[in-house]
């Protein structure tokens, strides 16, 4: 029977003519197809994901998951989908490993870090100044703050 | 011949640059004024030979000499005169070569533009920009020369410049971007000249700031016009992809803006030196970096040149000297930089150096997310990548804090804020951007997070701003009564206004890419003749496709009307998207259609033509998306005001300085007194 | 006074950094690994591309070391790889097709059977015949399966039907010897 269906479908189909315009009757699918090619990267590409993308893999990319949401995939089983033939090099989000990790740590470490350091030099200045000085200072400032 | 006179003439700027590395410097160093004054005539000669240089390839470019080999690959007899002299930049060659000319042009800019300036400074600041173009010259002449000969055997035509670049916006983006890229440069030399002669005052970070708010503007700007330029010519509507080159152009503007912000409160309150002379040396470096990523083929990129590891290696020895050993210099001398204000946590200066560290986290961010895929690939972990959706997220929790405390700061004073007399103002503006907030969302019928915490943060900093303006304008009545508002609001200075535009430009950029993120519409359909498709309350009707030749293209043109609703009665606009192919590049291009508004652009571009004669047609409404663009200009119209500000005016101070003191040169004491006074003045 | 180590911490970055950008200058950023390596092939039923009745399944894979090859007439590279293939299939290497189509391309989308049948058959007879048999990729379905972006790309599968390697780009003299070679004889022999 298989053999039939493939037979018919060679048979008659024009071959693949040029496929455009991913529609879903669904708006959720169609929102999630739009993140998901947006997601997703082209593997051959200059840095683009597949849905900017002309060149033939961007193409057969968003038809499998076309073909795949129309399936009532989730959106992790189509990106697992494509990681698992095309390697995590596929999704623009990076997979959590203890080396990528750092992306998210290192910023909020940052920050935190050199808040804690600020404050504490702030700490050792207030007790080295001549408060004759000071007072002047502070007057100065009075003004500029105006 | 002029090639070659382009060729000779670089050569000559390479040795003015050597002469201008060593002769101020030694000047300085050894207090001889005759050395120190040859700097400006120095900087004067690199500059007209650079120009000279340029100008010679712009003629071959322009008189089609295809026996230079950069001009035959990258132009072509067909091409209108006007892309024929954009092509100068649009291959690596070339465009360093624009890239130097505009090294010199900053170059000879400080070198007239310092009259207020003691000249031993300048000296040294010249100095240092001299050995940093050496390397460039070499690099030019060595590794990648735009006047290459393919003598005797020459080509009848050339190769074309790619169609992409056949664009407005190749004209005056990249310029743009180099002006500001390179001007870092300037803040760049007066930090590492502050650490070589171990001074480091108020009165440098005042000097420093125009040069560094000139650079940051142009820099806006470029940024702002390759965003621009990629939303109108790519076709698929999109305004910013986080392309490692174009992260290679924010990092230095982060970091340039925090640097603006620091060089503020070093000059103001004499605090944070070393992290404004860190910030500054970064700033040029994170250009050089940039620069490095671009040219190297290291990473994937749609922007990226043909790249060459030799090319590579030797931008990467540049980036060893200049930025290794600014670096290492600041290891040794900043331990020594002292700074003696005190500050309480809660106060501006606190703020200030609070979102300092914030655009530093971000400009973390896009250096680990750029670089972050090769060095897992190196360590052997295979490819990953990083994209949109990382960038995205961290930017979005970034900026949280950051509108707080940018609402904050402006409306807190130096040294010590009352946390309880801040707290009815940000009361105020937390409750009408809350406001504000639900009536867009409201207004477009759909709810999302992102949407909501877009638009309170940035209705917050236009309340903020405004309650900062009515908070000055108030304080004046304390001190004389007779005045009216308007004649106060006369009184406060550029600098104030700079400060104004600039927050206020970068609120007008946050809520475009709040809406048009949020709530823009996409369409890709089928469409044959009289098919109408609607979307946002718009009415799109396909007219059909006509045939269309231009100098070096030919194509389609397809046409929508758009209309009011169904009935097709009240017509809005007309649309037109070109498809082209260029016959000598072998590829095609599309160009979109589109209808700016203030409120919204309705966006089409022509697809493939399908094989039952209907054409794939895209179209998308995007709310708003102006304001991203519109924002940074009135964000670069801020820093144009501050620059303005009469303090900065080095003539001016020049002569007050010799009322006061009676003598040319200015000695350390009368420095201080001056910017006693022109504090007390400002 | 802050601790002068702590200025140290920017340059050391700084020299951390380049290592990396000076290793990435000798590497290709393009280059992907494959996920499919050491892995049975993937299950796929396809019909002969000239006699669209016969349809293979991985059990054409048993018991022979196989050099897969993905193709196309369209393909430029595919073309001056075929008489080395030629040469490589006279030697005695097993070599199948894996027909890879383009249909973006507007000459070739409505194209029917038959005629891209002729059109391998002529490319076939010019540049020679390295290929047992050539298995459609209908849909490029199994393309997408083994991780395939583009053509020519060959795989290496042993006699258990397991992928051994994934080579992207034409294969000529160099590329047989220094690559391809040691790995085919040690599969040979066992």
Known sequence: MKKLILLFVLFTSPLWALEEAYTFDDPVKQKMFLDLTEELRCPQCQNQNIADSDAMIAHDLRRKVYELLNEGKSREEIVDFMKSRYGDFVSYQPPVTPLTIWLWLLPV?????????????????????????????????????? | MFAELGHFSLVLALLMSMLLSVYPMWGAYKNQVQYMALAKPLAIGMFLFTAISFGALVNAFYTDDFSVAYVANHSNSLLP???KITAVWGGHEGSFLLWILIFSIWTVGVAVLSRGIPQAMVARVLSILGMVAIGFYLYLLLASNPFESLLPFYPVDGRDLNPLLQDFGMIIHPPMLYMGYVGFAVAFAFAISALLSGQLDSTWARWSRPWTLAAWCFLTLGLSLGSWWAYYELGWGGWWFWDPVENAALMPWLVGTALVHSL???????????????????????????????????????????????????????LGVVVGGSLVLYAIRAPQLKSIGRYEWFSREVMLIGNNLLLTAATIVV???????????????GSISIGAPFFNQMFTYLIVPFVLLLAMGPLSRWKKQSAKAIQKQMLIGFVISVCAALLIQASYNQMTYMATLGSILSVWILVSTLQEIMQRVAKENNKTSSSTTWQRLRRLTPSHWGMVLGHLGFAVTLIGITLVSNYDQEKDVRMRTGDVVEISGYVFQFNGVRE???????????????????????????????????????????EAGIDSGISRDLFMALGEQLNDGAWAVRIYVKPFVNWIWAGSIIMALGGLLSIS?????????????????GEQTATATSSDVLATKAQGQA | MKKASLFLIPITLFVLLSVFLYKGLYGDPRQLDSTVLNKPAPNFALPDLMQPDVIYDPSIFAGQVTLMNVWGVWCVTCAVELPYLTELSQQGVRIIGLYYDQDTDPDFGIKSIPTIQKEVAAKLAQLGNPYEFNVFDVKRDYSLDLGVTGAPETFLIDKQGVIRMHHIGDINTRVWRTKIAPLYNELIAQ
């Not at chain 1, 030099?121 to 000085?133: A, G, H, I, M, T």
């Not at chain 2, 944070?272 to 970096?289: E, G, N």
């Open chain 1, 109 to 146: 470490i940052f920050v935190i870090g050199a808040a804690w350091f600020v404050f504490t030099q702030r700490k050792k200045q207030v007790n080295d100044f001549d408060e004759d000085v000071l007072a002047k200072a502070d007057s100065l400032l009075e003004k500029e703050n105006d």
């Open chain 2, 81 to 83: 005169w006007y892309y």
């Open chain 2, 264 to 318: 503020a409160v070093t000059e103001k309150r004499k605090i944070f030196k070393s992290w404004t002379v860190l910030l500054a040396i970064s700033a040029f470096s994170l250009s050089l970096l940039g620069t490095f990523l671009v040219r190297s083929g290291v990473l994937v990129s749609v922007h990226s040149f043909a790249s060459d590891p030799t090319r590579g290696l030797f931008i990467l020895a540049i």
């Open chain 2, 367 to 381: 250096l680990m997310g750029t670089l972050l895929p090769l060095v897992h690939k190196e360590i052997g972990l």
């Open chain 2, 548 to 590: 269309l030749t231009g100098p070096n293209y030919y194509g389609h043109v397809g046409i929508v009307d758009v209309y009011t609703d169904t009935t097709l009665t009240e017509k809005i606009t007309h649309l037109e998207a070109e498809k082209r192919f260029y016959p000598v590049q072998r590829s095609s291009m599309t």
């Open chain 2, 645 to 661: 500000d009469k303090r900065y005016r080095m003539a001016k101070v020049a002569k007050v300085k010799q009322r006061l003191s």
